[in-house]
């Protein structure tokens, strides 16, 4: 079955403490990407990645890093988590380019950090 | 569960009825235009795409429906059913080389059995 998995689901952590929230997809996709969704906002990049080794600034970038050392994978690090970061996250994959090309999404990982 | 559905507009409507979900993009160079339907607790979800050369698409009970002039794009769901019940919201490409999707904050729809 094609899909995005993420994990974990759900994350409870504290002001400071470095978490890494995994996204893996099956689907030999080039082009990953993380996104985050806030009550009246929508769904805001990140990150994302045009293959591997290859990744760039979305539109709110800071606090957050990523790598991409392989197509599959493609996890997001909070160095220093914050309160602010309390949000949904989402990790995304499409073929190539995301114009023209279906993003596939995974479940969400709704973090909080206290 | 999910806070997703809060602050948005909602459209209710009765089950058996058709449903249309609107939205304004904001780039008249944006190329292509996906919606996207979001249940509670999870993902968003593929619906239906068209290009800008197209002004409508079907699929199975969703149509969509672009108007370049005014920029706007439109969801049609026949015979809504409770199951269609989630948030759903637009994207657009813009376009040229950017390669990103910009979102809309979505619609709520309601379907009262």
């Known amino acids: 079955e094609a899909q995005v998995t993420q994990n974990p689901r759900y994350l409870i952590t504290v002001t400071g403490k470095k978490l890494t929230v995994t996204c893996s997809q099956n689907?030999?996709?080039?082009?990953m990407s993380w996104y985050r969704q806030d009550p009246g906002l929508g769904l805001r990049q990140i990150y994302y990645?045009?293959?591997?080794?290859?990744?760039d600034k979305g539109d709110v970038p800071e606090g957050y890093k990523v790598s991409r050392k392989e197509k599959r994978n493609f996890p997001l690090i909070l160095e220093s988590p914050s309160p602010n970061q309390t949000s949904l996250y989402f990790c995304?994959?499409?073929?190539?380019?995301?114009?023209?090309?279906?993003?596939?999404f995974g479940a969400g990982t709704r973090l909080s950090v206290l | 569960g999910e806070s997703v559905g809060l602050h948005l507009p909602t459209l209710s409507v009765q089950e058996g009825d058709n449903s249309i979900i609107n939205c304004a993009y904001s780039?008249?160079?944006?190329?292509?235009f996906i919606w996207y339907k979001q249940e509670s607790g999870k993902g968003p979800q593929f619906i239906i795409d068209?290009?800008?050369?197209?002004d409508k698409r079907q699929g199975q009970r969703v149509t969509v429906l672009l108007n370049k002039t005014v920029k706007h794009l439109s969801l049609q769901i026949a015979a809504t059913q409770p199951g269609d019940s989630a948030v759903y919201f637009c994207?657009?490409?813009?376009?040229?080389?950017?390669?990103?999707?910009?979102f809309g904050t979505g619609t709520l729809l309601a379907v009262q059995p």
């Open positions: 995304a994959s499409s073929r190539t380019f995301p114009g023209g090309n279906i993003q596939y």
């Open positions: 689907m030999n996709h080039e082009y």
């Open positions: 990645s045009m293959n591997v080794e290859v990744t």
């Open positions: 780039n008249s160079a944006s190329d292509y």
């Open positions: 068209i290009r800008s050369n197209m």
């Open positions: 994207a657009e490409n813009y376009g040229g080389a950017t390669n990103k999707l910009i």
